[in-house]
């Protein structure tokens, strides 16, 4: 795919002018790195999530969730090999200098080397440092995964392209615990399921390419490593990952603290088998799937013989499902039958909004705008017969229908 900046510019331009996205501390002239969710975004970053749970999480039976904390003993990053081994490098007056990617902060009121921490650069650590909690309070079976949704931080040097490359962001993971036998079957189980998650995210396929990482390239604590890279605006690349981290991270934090984590796998009468799991790791970052999100459903298109710009996000992860219209907001018999019809509709779908602002044709270019996909407008005859006109986003098609006709929203993802 050909680099699209101007429709990256489109895209941030929307986004701030609908409520989605905002520059942090944009009053102070802003800082590279942070943006601030509006909220619209709050909203689609919530729907992203719940469609994740529904397709990782809640239609198995082998999953346990946690949310670590973000700040956490500063051996799990030695162990983890973050403190030694997170390292870039900047060129600067000649000589090539190397820094640590983790933000350090201090815990405590002593300003001593022993109060010196980090923000967590990745989630996962939390998820092995809690491998043991999770068996002894549970007693899972072999496999099983621990999922968290959380932040991330990340000093990155140069931030760039909107949500792409953040200093703090937000992640989506799993680390799924298997037998070392049985790494190769799991992988391609968790291959599949993250492509039944762009499918789900209404994401062209065919923007999405998955890509073998050379050994040279991956993480290291990876045996093998798939990226799926998605076409931005700004050229191809990635937006997830899938890893097979090996016992690594076990190991790690095993040999440094001293506390056995090893399973004990389906003992036996007289004692059983003891190991480190392997790990499987399908990780997903929120604020790359909104970036990819907006792009991928922005359009400008022409309807009924004028441009418009429509976000066409799949229903369920648009922010607004319903924009409930009194046709005229001088007609007081209009208004009050709008807001009984909205109050009722609320209830049975809650991302829905009452607009009475501008006029009808404005109205329906900003909710275009926001990717709502029904709008429902109480006329005259409504007040005669019961019966609204809904007009659909996509075609600008309308119809007349009984409120309690409108297609209300079902999870999009059932097992």
Partial sequence: MENKPELLDKVVSLAKRRGFLYQGSEIYGGMSGFWDYGPLGVALKENIKKLWRQIFVSSR????????????????????????????SLEAEGKTQKFNLMFKT?????????????????TAQGIFVNFKNIVDSFHPKLPFGIFQIGKAFRNEITPRDFLFRMREFEQMEVEYFVRAADWEHYFGEWREIMWRFIGALGLN?????????????????????IDFEYDFPFGRQELYGLAYRTDYDLRQHQETSGVDLSFLDDPPAGGGNRFLP?????????????????????????????RRTVLRLEPELAPIKFAV???????????????????????????????????????????????????????????????????????GKQERIKPEEAPYFKPHFTP
């Fill in 278 to 306: 392997h790990v499987i790791e399908p990780s997903l970052g929120i604020d790359r799937t909104v970036l990819a999100l907006l792009g991928n459903a922005y359009v400008e298109d022409e309807l009924g013989g004028e």
């Fill in 61 to 88: 039976d082998d999953m346990y969730g946690l949310d670590a904390a973000i700040i956490m003993n500063p051996r799990v990053w030695k162990a983890s090999g973050h403190v030694g081994g997170f390292i870039d």
């Fill in 205 to 225: 396929k065919e923007d999405v390419h998955e890509v073998e990482v050379p050994e040279a390239e991956r993480a290291h604590y990876s045996k093998r490593t």
């Fill in 325 to 395: 219209f009194p046709l005229l907001k001088n007609k007081p018999q209009l208004v009050k039958q709008a807001q009984m019809i909205y109050r009722e509709l609320k209830q049975k779908v809650p991302a829905t909004v009452f607009d009475d602002n501008d006029n009808i044709g404005k109205r329906y270019r900003r909710q275009d705008e926001i990717g709502t996909p029904y709008c429902l407008t109480i006329d005259f005859q409504t007040l005669d017969d019961g019966t609204v006109t809904i007009r659909d986003r996509d075609s």
């Fill in 106 to 122: 201090q815990v405590g009121a002593l300003k001593d080397s022993a109060a010196a921490s980090y923000l967590r650069p990745e």
